[in-house]
């Protein structure tokens, strides 16, 4: 079903206390694509995103993951739309009094019936998907950067998402750790089927993992520009977006 529909976005304006960031939003995401949300600070980016993955309703308009609704359907369509996907943030938001075994452990407790054999056996399996079965027992501040993002990762395939967001997962990253960051999310995707919706501004990340793109733009509200991420550098539809792509000053 590789190429179906399994995010759609229609007609969004996003924003709060009724004043909007973005409007008129719509684009619809595949299964089994790396799309990435990019743009300048303050476009809307981390708006649209809390829209999408349910923390904030849209001002109007709707969002539709796997057909169903996040907003304004039934609580049971709601609750499916939110087994479907997983979430990384920023930061990580690991917990910093368990090890990661029992980060990863956390969601098994709260939305299955396994035992706990089970669930640390799902949760080392987990941890291995990324690189950090050896670092079960570590604690977050026992542990790099780069493995935190790994193992909030980790944490969000416990319950085996069909979509994962991650929102600005090479910030604060050196170069190199970024790069290997790359590399597992394309593994991802290649063996386990993962669509991946990015969040970020990192143009190295964006040209080595995306498939697809769109441009958010502060000024205009609205979607500047939609594609490859190299058609959009090397055939610019605006000044805007070339400048964005090949990094070049703004007058």
Do not use: W
């Not at 359907?73 to 938001?93: H, K, L, N, P, W």
């Not at 590399?183 to 669509?195: A, K, P, S």
């Amino acid at each position: 079903m590789q190429g179906e529909t399994v995010i759609q976005v229609e007609s969004v304006d996003a924003g709060y206390n009724g004043t909007p960031v973005l409007e008129n939003i719509s684009f619809t995401v595949r299964r089994g694509e790396v799309f990435v949300v990019l743009g300048g600070s303050g476009c809307g980016k981390s708006t649209l995103l809390k829209n999408i993955i349910g923390l904030n309703p849209p001002l109007s308009g709707q969002i539709r993951i796997m057909g169903d609704r996040i907003f304004g359907g039934t609580q049971a369509e709601r609750e499916r739309a939110m087994r479907r996907f997983g979430v990384t943030y920023q930061s990580g938001a690991l917990f910093g009094s368990m090890t990661l075994l029992e980060n990863v452990c956390l969601p098994l407790e709260s939305f299955t019936d396994l035992p706990g054999d089970a669930r640390n056996l799902v949760a080392e399996m987990k941890l291995d998907l990324v690189g950090l079965k050896p670092f079960s027992g570590y604690f977050p501040s026992d542990i790099s950067g780069g493995m935190k993002k790994r193992a909030a990762i980790a944490r969000a395939l416990a319950l085996d998402p069909e979509i994962l967001f991650l929102d600005e997962p090479s910030a604060g990253l050196d170069p190199v750790t970024s790069a290997g960051l790359d590399h597992l999310i394309l593994r991802l995707r290649d063996t386990q089927g993962i669509t991946f919706v990015m969040v970020t501004h990192e143009l190295a990340s964006i040209f080595a993992v995306a498939d697809r793109c769109i441009m958010l733009d502060k000024q205009t509200r609205s979607i500047l520009a939609e594609g490859h991420p190299a058609e959009l550098r090397d055939r610019p539809p605006n000044a805007t977006v070339r400048a964005f792509f090949n990094r070049e000053a703004s007058s």
